[in-house]
Every structure is written in structure tokens, then in C-alpha cells.
């Protein structure tokens, strides 16, 4: 229902030009909770604010249910923002905040005073409406922005890294929160985060970005089981990258010798190559005896993490290899250091990656 | 695979916004353009022009008014001089400015150093101290100076009353009275920068310097001065600069005898009737101004903080 | 043994001393001025008792009234004029970024106070007798025309610092929620900005109140403002009833500045949020 078009965003000129979006193309669905997912600088945000208005590309087009939005003002686009430092107007109170919106569109005062009700109840601020922000704390200040974004019902609301400024508690029932309330209210919300585990948790699509360009777009599990790319394999949770040798037979030659079936991309071709498998540490498991495993290493670290335990294994190759392990006090395992043991894993579990 | 075409959108947008805000700024230029920068240059072109026998000017193009600045014609045969009134008061307004200047710093910079150092609350308190006297009417300070000073005045009535002297000490339409003037109104523009580039002072480069073994006046010549030295500058500046251009003070301090170069040019626009020679008199001061300020602009670009 | 004094590393010899003599210097002739326009005698030196006299004097002294209506008028006319301009100023010259002819119009708007009085007012007085003789007018125009301009810096900068200090996000916002640039302004911009604007015009309105040079050059004969009255008083005919008027311009200089302070103070709280 929003489709950005090869959209490109320039500052500066001529060769010292920083290219924040180089000709970015994305197409969102109706009542999606799409996340632009990214390091500091990929862009994620240019292309927030480009939506919303506050920044002009120098080409492409925005299409919001098929009409070009990009030389519509901000104030005249169906699209709402949450902004970073929520920006609530400090002269208002949180209900003037809330009906804002409202009120510049021309809504009658009922109707304005019903739907300020109507979001105040549904962030759980009602008690809070003739306060003024700076009496509210930050989880405060952030539901009232939500509610404030909200109100006008706008097709699209744009949240643009809205959870960074709250603490890890907080931030964790924010995420849930917000979840409920884009399933409860039906709108396209298009959250922007550097933090993987929150696109996770909270996305119904993801789109990867570094550079200025979109490097996967797919479901949280998609990204995670199959990425494409070793940059989003990285960035998405921990990553175990092997060294391997497609061979012309479609089977894949391990360092140490071994040969596995493992799964290549639709479009790969069958070609003797070499390749990096992808190989996630909780998908593994340690074998005292090394030969009956794919891949066997040397235990140089032993991590205590609370839920889990990290082993450091160093492969054949010099390559290091994390196993981890899920803690269970009724079946403890030892492992002594300088032992070498087997890492043993399903051949579906490993993805196989160009280059 | 680029497509980069200008966004027309984009273009628009620009346009309109440099057009809305030069509309924004017309009528600042307007006014300023009509009664700021206008009258200076009517003043550029009066400074070439011939006196009128009323005053005012006649439209002769001349070199007088720039050549009575500095020298006199003799009027029988039109030799020129050295205009030895003319340079005593360029060089008295130079001298009593730098005296000012001096003085100001000599007594402004302990004054800033002791708000600095008060605790944080009452900082803003003793600022407004000196602010108050800031704002108070020029007038006001210059005339509660001559109530001071007069042979009627206060310090004469107090001396005497103590039995110290006889008769009056003259201190009106003196040099002294014009210094003393200066420095009682101009203090506060000293005390004002210094005392913000005191504040961003980090003292415990003080402490440090202690620590170092060195003494109280070796930390203020090392640690303290070089660190305010913008502060310095900038109050120098504030206070050497009204100082040149001083007219009020004078005036009433100064009385007709002791002429600055404020004076000076207004008595061209009084009883001496000579327009072209005040224009030019004027634009002599906005330079000697300019190279002040110039001068400061540099020695504070090469702080490089 | 002797109970010794803790060393202070933020002492410096005679410092203190020297600050408490500027302090005394900078307020004992005012305090004295003010002081003896309540002596009851013509006398500037010996007090002959508290007196009023001065002041029902100078408020019964026509020409006094005349001048400080006339001052009022002026400064009143030109406060809104300059303060009008200099946020409209101020709103164009934005916040960070640049744009072509931005140093210029700076360079502009600070000249009144980059030139020196004098220099003004010989120039306002050069062309406004060109244009006196040509029109004919002859009234408060000038003086009006002339404190307008050189009040502009004065209101333009407490402005631009309230307008640079504004969190830029909340305009957004408000544009992000179909306010149009109007509305922006009515509705955030301004509401903000009002603790500058005001800080402005009483900059501007002081200013213009105590401007002596540039009135003294620019007005006709008999358009003596109060301070342009004061300076005659002062070379011809000196009284404690100039002691009065001058006790009343510094209280409420006072007055001012100490209402100016406690403003700038709230609109500090406001501003962060």
C-alpha cells in the first residue's frame, strides 16, 4: 500500500556528496508492522523522514495508495510521526497535545474531546490528560506521543526509534504495547531500530539496511534462518561463519574433510566454489567424540551466561566456532579446556552464503 | 541502477522558502537601509562637498573637508598646517580611551574574578548588580558623577567640611573629570565579558597548578590570565570603542575647553558650520572604530579556542 | 597552637577588596543623586531637610511633562516597530542552516551597534535636514524612524537566542500533524518564542527611552525628549529638581532590569523540557 520507488537522497554536491539513499525501493503492506532495521547511518531514518516529509529526495517517488505523496507538505500527507524525543508541546497540556491533530484538521470540539478520551484510554494516560509533559516521566511522555500520533487515525504511523531513550523494562512492555495497540488499531506502522531483537520480537516484515540500501526484506524468522547476505547474517543475533567448498555435486566440503548436504539459495548456481556457511551457535550441539561430528574444534573458552553457556572453539582452519548450550542443573556437562570436541548440527541449519 | 532526476518538487520548494524569507527580512532592510546604512553614505558624499555659509553643504565638489582634519589653511595665503588643535584633541581622545581601557580592566577584572567566584546561586545576584548601573541612563551616571565632582559638589563639600581643604578643588572640565566619567559608565562593559569568560574558567587548572607549587600571583599571571585573555579582549574592545566615540561625557564633563572627538564634530554641525569637515571628522572616527574592531576580530580569531 | 586559616586556592590577593570598592563606586553617586533630590533647599551640597519639593516641582513643570510624553511616544512606537521587525528578522535568518547574503543581513542588522553614536546621529541629522526642507514635515517622524532602527539589534537578539535554544523537533511535529506553516507559527512557534519577544521589547523600549546623542541631533527645535531635556538642564540651569527626574528615570531603570532578570530566569525553566 506504500510504495517507496527508487528513492534517492543527497546532501551536498558533487563527488564529496554523502548518498544517504541510493535508489531505495520497498513496498509495504496495509496493517503491517514493518521495521527498517540498521547500524547508525544506513538511512533507515532518511527514508522515515522522507515519508513523512521533513526531507526532500532528489529523485524517485512515494506512493501511498497509488498517488505520488512527495510533493504533498507534511501537513497535508495521511502520515503521522512519533518522534525520537516524542517532541510533546510543553506550553499544552497532554490532552491539547493529544487532540492537536484534531483540532488542525477542523474536527468539531466533541468529536475532538471524544477521541482524546478514546486514545488517552487506550495508552493508559486518562488520569495524566491536564498535566503537562514536563510532569511526565519518559515511559509517560512516549505514550502520550503515541496517543497523539494516533488520534488523527492516519494511514501510516512512523515511530522513529521511539523505544531508545526508555530502559530495558520499560522498553520491553513498550514493545508489547505497541504490538497490541497496531493489531488493535489496524493502522501500517513502520517502526525504525538499530536493535535486532526488538525487530524480532515486534515485525511482521523487516527491512535490513546499511549504506543507504536495503540488503534483505523478509519475516523476523526469514531474516533469521535465511539471510542472504553475510552482512545481515551478522548483524541479525550471534552468527557462526565457516569457511567451506561448494562442490560441483551440489554437496559441501567442511574444513576438517566432511561432506554435508546443506541448503542453497533458489538462484545459486551448482558450480565448484568456495562458499561461507552460516551456522547459528544454538543450533549446535558439543560431541565428546569428535570424529562422529561435521565439524570439530578445540575448546579455548568456557562463558558462563546465566540461561546458557558459550563455548569458544577453535576450528581446523584457525576460524573460531560458538556452540551454545542451554543450561540444565540436572544434566551437567563438563568440558575441560584444550579438549577437543565435535560440533554437531543438522544439515537444514546451515545456510550457505556466497563468497 | 541510478536514476537520478532532479526533483522538480524539490526545486519548488526551495524557491519558495528563499522567497519567503527575503520578505520576511525586507522590512529590517527597509528601515535600516533608510536611517542606518543610507545616512552614511549621504555622509561619504557631504565629506567632499563644499561649506555652506549657514551651514549645510553646497553642491561644489572640494577636498576641504578632508584636508581640515588634519591641517589649516592660512587664509591669506593658503598654506597648510599641521591643525595642532585638531590633532590634541584626536590624540586626547586616543589617550583618555586607552586610560579608560586600563583603568576599566584594572579594576573590572578583580570584580569578575570575585563574582566568579562566588557559589553558583548568588552568581546571577552580583550580575545583576552590575547590570542595574549598565542600564541606568548615561545621562544619569554622567550627571551623578558631576554632582559628585562640581566645586558645589559632594567630595568639595565633604573636604571641606572635614577641614582638609580651603577653597574647591577644580576637578570639573577637567581631563581627569572626562577619565573618571568614562570609567564609572564603561566599567560594567568590562566586567560583563570577562566575568562569562571567567565562568567557563576550569578551575581546577588552579588546583593543579598548586599542586605545582606555584604561588597565588604566579597562577594568576599563568593559569588565570591566558585563560580569560578573550574575555580581555572582548571587554577591551566594548569600553575602547564607546570610549572614542564619547560625546555626553565630555560634554557635561568636559565642559567647552576639554573637546574630544565627539565634540569636536558636533561643533561643525554647530557654531563652526563647516559640514564637509564634520562628515569627514566622522568617518575618521568610524575608521580608527573599524580598525579597533578589526583588530579585535584577529586577535580573537588567533585565540583558536 | 593557633588555629591557622584554611588556604583558599580561590583567593587572590586584594581581589576581593578591589570588587567591593567597584561595587561601592559603581552605585555611591547614584545613591547620593538620588539621596539629594529630597534635600529641601536649592543647595547640592548641604542637606537642608527631607523634602518632596523637587518632585512636585518637576511634576507640575509643563515642559517636563511635554518631554516625557513626548519620550513614552517614542519609545512606545518604536519598541513595537523594532521588536515587529526584528522577529519577522529573526524568524528568516533560521536556525543553523545558511544561506546566500546571511553574513550581510547579520552585518546589517548589528550596524547601530557597530557604529558609534555620534557618527549616527551627524548622518540622520545630514539627511533628515535634506529631507525637512524638502517635504516640509516636521514632526515626531524622524526621531521615530531613527529609534527604530537603531532599537532593531537590540530587540533582534534576545530572538534569535530564544528562537536558536527552541527545540526544532516541536515544529515538526506539529507540521507532522497537519498544522500549516501558519498554524505552526500561531500555535508553537510563537507561544515559545513569546519570553524573547518580550525580553526584546524591553531591551528596545529602555533603549529608546534613554537614547540622548542620536535624539539630541535628529530633533527639532522644542521636540526636546527627557534625557535631550535633562542634557540642557544640565549645562544652564542645574537644580535639584534635575536630581528628581533623574531619581525617577533609575528607579524604574531599576525596576526594569530587575523584572527583565527574574523573566529571562522562568523562560530558562521553560525552555527545557
Redesign the interface.
Known amino acids: 500500500m506504500i510504495e517507496v520507488d ?1 528513492i ?1 537522497v ?1 546532501f551536498g554536491e558533487g563527488p564529496g556528496a554523502f548518498i544517504a539513499l ?2 531505495v525501493s520497498v513496498t509495504i503492506n496495509e496493517s503491517e508492522f514493518f521495521t527498517l532495521l540498521g547500524p547508525s547511518g544506513c538511512g533507515k531514518t532518511t527514508l522515515l523522514r522522507s515519508i ?3 526531507i ?5 517517488a512515494i506512493r501511498l495508495a497509488g498517488q505520488n505523496i ?2 504533498l ?4 500527507r495521511p ?3 512519533v ?1 525520537q ?1 516524542y ?5 499544552m497540556t497532554v490532552a491539547e497535545n493529544v487532540g ?2 484534531l483540532e ?2 477542523g474536527r468539531p470540539r466533541a468529536e475532538i474531546a471524544a477521541t482524546v478520551e478514546e486514545m488517552l484510554a487506550l495508552v493508559k494516560m486518562t488520569a495524566m490528560a491536564s498535566r503537562r ?2 510532569e511526565l516521566s519518559g515511559g509517560q511522555q512516549q505514550r502520550v506521543a503515541l496517543a ?2 494516533l488520534a ?1 487515525k492516519p494511514k501510516v504511523l512512523l515511530l522513529d526509534e521511539s523505544l531508545s531513550a526508555l530502559d530495558l523494562k520499560l522498553r520491553k512492555e513498550m514493545q508489547i504495547e505497541l504490538k497490541r495497540l497496531q493489531s488493535e488499531t489496524g493502522i501500517t506502522f513502520i517502526f525504525v531500530t538499530h536493535d535486532q531483537e526488538e525487530a524480532l520480537t515486534m515485525s511482521d516484515r523487516i527491512a535490513v539496511m546499511s549504506a543507504g540500501t536495503i540488503r534483505q526484506i523478509g519475516t523476523p524468522r526469514e531474516i533469521y534462518d535465511h539471510p542472504r547476505e553475510r552482512f545481515v547474517a551478522d548483524f541479525i543475533g550471534d552468527t557462526n561463519f565457516v569457511q567451506a567448498n561448494l562442490s560441483a555435486d551440489g554437496t559441501v566440503e567442511l574444513p576438517g574433510g566432511a561432506r554435508i548436504r546443506a541448503g542453497l539459495q533458489e538462484d545459486a548456481a551448482v558450480a565448484a566454489r568456495p562458499v561461507t556457511l552460516v551456522i547459528r551457535p544454538e543450533q549446535t550441539v558439543l560431541e565428546q567424540v569428535p570424529e562422529k561430528a561435521p565439524l570439530s574444534g578445540v575448546l579455548e573458552n568456557v562463558v558462563y551466561c546465566g540461561t546458557d553457556t558459550h563455548y569458544h572453539l577453535m576450528l581446523a582452519d584457525g576460524a573460531r566456532f560458538v556452540v551454545r548450550r542451554q543450561n540444565n542443573p540436572a544434566r551437567p556437562v563438563t568440558f575441560e579446556k584444550g579438549q577437543r570436541l565435535g560440533i554437531g548440527f543438522e544439515p537444514q541449519a546451515v545456510q550457505v552464503l556466497e563468497g | 541502477m541510478a536514476v537520478t532526476q532532479p526533483n522538480t518538487d524539490l526545486v519548488i520548494a526551495n524557491r519558495r522558502e528563499t522567497r519567503n524569507r527575503w520578505l520576511l527580512l525586507l522590512p529590517s532592510i527597509v528601515i535600516l537601509l533608510a536611517a542606518a546604512v543610507g545616512p552614511l553614505i549621504v555622509v561619504v558624499i557631504y565629506s567632499f562637498l563644499t561649506a555652506g555659509d549657514y551651514g549645510g553643504v553646497v553642491w561644489h565638489f572640494s577636498w576641504d573637508g578632508w584636508l581640515g582634519v588634519f591641517t589649516t589653511s592660512d587664509p591669506f595665503d593658503g598654506t597648510l598646517s599641521l591643525a595642532n588643535a585638531h590633532i590634541s584633541i584626536l590624540w586626547r581622545s586616543v589617550k583618555l580611551s586607552f586610560l579608560t581601557t586600563l583603568f576599566c580592566l584594572i579594576l573590572g577584572f578583580p570584580t569578575a574574578y570575585f563574582i566568579a567566584t562566588r557559589p553558583v546561586t548568588q552568581r546571577d545576584g552580583w550580575m545583576l548588580l552590575i547590570t542595574i548601573p549598565f542600564w541606568t541612563n548615561l545621562l544619569i551616571r554622567t550627571f551623578a558623577i558631576m554632582g559628585l565632582i562640581r566645586n558645589e559638589g559632594l567630595a568639595n563639600g565633604l573636604l571641606e567640611w572635614l577641614g582638609i581643604i580651603d577653597h574647591p578643588i577644580q576637578m570639573m572640565f577637567t581631563d581627569f573629570a572626562i577619565l573618571l566619567g568614562m570609567v564609572y559608565v564603561y566599567l560594567p562593559l568590562m566586567v560583563l565579558p570577562l566575568y562569562a569568560s571567567m565562568e567557563r574558567l576550569n578551575f581546577s587548572l588552579i588546583d593543579a597548578a598548586y599542586d605545582l607549587y606555584a604561588t597565588p600571583f604566579r597562577v594568576l599571571r599563568r593559569v588565570i590570565v591566558p585563560a580569560v585573555k578573550p574575555g580581555v579582549v572582548a571587554g577591551s574592545i566594548l569600553v575602547f570603542v564607546p570610549s572614542l566615540g564619547a560625546y555626553v561625557i565630555p560634554r557635561i564633563l568636559g565642559g567647552g575647553t576639554q573637546l574630544m572627538l565627539g565634540n569636536l564634530i558636533e561643533l561643525q554641525f554647530g557654531q563652526a558650520r563647516n559640514w564637509p569637515l564634520g562628515a569627514a571628522l566622522s568617518l575618521t572616527l568610524l575608521v580608527m572604530v573599524t580598525v579597533a574592531l578589526i583588530v579585535y576580530v584577529r586577535a580573537s580569531a588567533n585565540e583558536g579556542d | 597552637m593557633a588555629k591557622r586559616k584554611t588556604f583558599d586556592t580561590r583567593r587572590q590577593a586584594g581581589f576581593t577588596a578591589i570588587a567591593a570598592f567597584c561595587f561601592v563606586m559603581l552605585y555611591l553617586p547614584i545613591v547620593l543623586m538620588a539621596i539629594f533630590s529630597f534635600n529641601g533647599g536649592l543647595a547640592l551640597t548641604r542637606w537642608e531637610g527631607f523634602s518632596l519639593v523637587w518632585y512636585v516641582t518637576a511634576w507640575h513643570n509643563e515642559v517636563v511633562q511635554a518631554a516625557t510624553i513626548r519620550s513614552v511616544i517614542i519609545a512606545a512606537v518604536a519598541t513595537v516597530v523594532s521588536t515587529l521587525v526584528a522577529v519577522l528578522a529573526a524568524l528568516a535568518m533560521g536556525r543553523g542552516k545558511s544561506f546566500r547574503g546571511r553574513s550581510a543581513m547579520f552585518a546589517l542588522i548589528n550596524q547601530p551597534l557597530m557604529v558609534p553614536e555620534i557618527v549616527t546621529a551627524v548622518s540622520l541629522l545630514v539627511v533628515f535636514a535634506w529631507v525637512k526642507t524638502t517635504i516640509g514635515y516636521s514632526g515626531l517622524g524622524y526621531l521615530i524612524l531613527a529609534h527604530s532602527a537603531f532599537c532593531i539589534p537590540f530587540a533582534f537578539m534576545p530572538v534569535r537566542a530564544r528562537l536558536q535554544g527552541m527545540d526544532q523537533t516541536l515544529e515538526q511535529a506539529a507540521a507532522d500533524l497537519y498544522a500549516s506553516a501558519w498554524q505552526v507559527f500561531r500555535r508553537v512557534t510563537f507561544p515559545l518564542l513569546w519570553p524573547g519577544v518580550l525580553a526584546g521589547a524591553m531591551l528596545a523600549f529602555v533603549t529608546s527611552l534613554d537614547d540622548v546623542v542620536i535624539t539630541e541631533f535628529v530633533k527639532s527645535a522644542g521636540q526636546d525628549t527627557l534625557p535631550t531635556y535633562m542634557l540642557g538642564q544640565m549645562r544652564r540651569n542645574l537644580t535639584p529638581e534635575t536630581n528628581a527626574i533623574a531619581t525617577v528615570l533609575l528607579v524604574f531603570s531599576v525596576v526594569l532590569v530587575v523584572a527583565f532578570f527574574f523573566v529571562s530566569r522562568e523562560k530558562h525553566a521553560k525552555a527545557q523540557l
Open positions: 527508487r534517492h543527497r541510493n535508489d513523512a516529509g521533513f526532500h529526495p532528489s529523485g524517485g512527495l510533493s507538505p507534511p501537513f497535508k502520515v503521522n510521526t518522534f524525543n517532541a510533546l508541546f510543553p506550553h492537536f491533530g488542525m484538521l509533559p514536563s497523539r500520533a488523527p
